[in-house]
C-alpha cells in the first residue's frame, strides 16, 4: 500500500492535520510519537523531549498519539491512524513484539520510517533508544539484597508484578531483578501481570504481603505504584517495595519509605534524541549506533 492512497484519509482521522508547532505544512516532515499507553508519566516525559527536540530543529510536524490504556488493537489503530496522516516516520513504543507487526509492514510499504524507543517490535527499525532494562532491574535487586541483609534477611519470598508477557522492555526488567538473586536463598514467585493498572497492582501486592513475602518488586510504573501502596498500607509488617520509573508519585513512596529504590529511565532523553534520529532518517542519513542506550539510574531515599 503506498502513502498516496492514505490520503484521503487523514481526513477522516481526528485531529490529524493539528500537530506541535502549528497547523499543516507540506513544507515539514511529519513525525509522530506512538506510546503504549497515556496513563504513564514517562511517557509524558518522552513527549517532552520530542516536542523540545521539535521547537530546536524547525523542520518537524510532530504529534503524539497513544491508546488510553495498553490495548494492541488500540495501539495498532493509531499505527494506521498515523499513516493515513501521510506520516513521514513514526517513533513508536511497542506495547508486545508482535502484535503490532503487520500494521508496521503496511507503514513500511506506504514508505514510513520506524524508529523505536524504550520498547521494540519484531519488525526492523532504523534505530531503538531505550534504557538497558535487563541492567536496571538487576541494579534493583542487589539494592534489595543489601538492604535485607541489613536487616538480617537472608531468605524469604519475593512477589513480581508485571505490565503483561508481551512488554519486552519490562520482562527484561524482571529478568535482570531475577538475575541478582542467583545462589541466594530467596524464592522469587511466579510474576504477576496487572496491564500497568495501579489499582490492580496494589491488590496484587497486598496478597503477596498476606503470604508473607519479605519484598515486592514492580516492573513499570503502574506496578510500582500499586505495590508503593500496599506497602503503605501494610505498615508494622516486614515487606520491602521497589520497582521502576521515577514519576513523581513513585518518587513520593520513595520518600515517604513506602518504597526502598526505583529504577530512574531517562525518558526525555528518549523522546529528544528520537526526534533528532528521526530527522537523520528523514534527511537521508544512516542512523547509529542500532541500539542508543539512553542510560539508567537507581533512585533511594537518599538521592531525593
Known amino acids: 500500500m503506498k502513502k498516496a492512497l492514505f490520503v484521503a484519509a487523514a ?16 513544507g515539514k516532515k511529519k513525525v ?7 496513563m504513564d508519566q ?10 523540545a527536540a521539535v521547537k530546536e530543529l524547525g523542520n518537524i510536524q510532530y504529534k503524539w498519539l497513544a491508546p488510553d490504556v495498553k ?3 488500540k495501539q495498532i489503530e493509531c499505527v494506521n491512524n498515523a499513516v493515513a ?4 516516520c513514526i517513533l513508536l513504543a511497542a ?9 508496521l509492514k503496511e507503514a513500511a510499504a506506504a514508505g514510513v520510517k520506524i524508529v523505536y524507543v524504550d520498547s521494540a517490535a519484531d519488525f526492523p527499525g532504523e534505530q531503538l533508544l531505550a534504557t538497558d532494562n535487563r541492567a536496571g ?24 508484578i508485571g505490565v503483561n508477557a508481551a512488554t519486552e522492555s519490562c520482562n527484561q526488567r524482571e529478568f535482570g531483578f531475577r538475575d541478582a538473586f542467583e545462589g541466594t536463598a530467596f524464592t522469587l514467585l511466579e510474576t504477576q501481570y496487572c496491564q500497568g493498572d495501579a489499582a490492580v497492582a496494589k491488590d496484587m501486592a497486598a496478597n503477596f504481603i498476606t503470604q508473607g513475602c519479605v519484598a515486592v518488586y514492580g516492573a513499570n510504573e503502574g506496578s510500582t505504584v500499586g505495590v508503593g501502596n500496599a506497602v503503605k498500607e501494610a505498615a508494622g509488617k516486614n515487606v520491602v517495595g521497589c520497582g521502576s520509573d521515577a514519576s513523581d508519585m513513585n518518587k513520593s513512596l520513595v520518600k515517604n519509605g513506602a518504597l526502598l529504590c526505583i529504577m530512574a529511565q531517562n525518558p526525555y532523553r528518549m523522546g529528544y534524541e528520537g526526534v533528532k534520529s528521526a530527522a537523520k532518517v528523514l534527511a ?15 533512585i533511594t531515599k537518599s538521592d531525593l
Open 11 to 26: 481526513l477522516m482521522v481526528s485531529g490529524a492535520t493539528l500537530f506541535a508547532g502549528g497547523t499543516k505544512d507540506s
Open 32 to 38: 509522530f510519537l506512538i506510546t503504549m499507553d497515556q
Open 42 to 51: 514517562h511517557w509524558v516525559q518522552v513527549d517532552a523531549g520530542a516536542q
Open 71 to 73: 490495548d494492541d488493537a
Open 85 to 88: 496522516a501521510g506520516a513521514d
Open 95 to 103: 506495547n508486545g513484539p508482535d502484535a503490532v507487526t503487520s500494521a
Open 137 to 160: 532491574g538487576r541494579q534493583v535487586g542487589e539494592t534489595l539484597i543489601k538492604d535485607l541483609a541489613s536487616k538480617g534477611v537472608a531468605k524469604g519470598m519475593i512477589g513480581i
Open 284 to 298: 537521508g542519513e544512516k542512523v547509529s549506533p542500532s541500539y542508543f542506550d539512553t542510560g539508567v539510574s537507581i
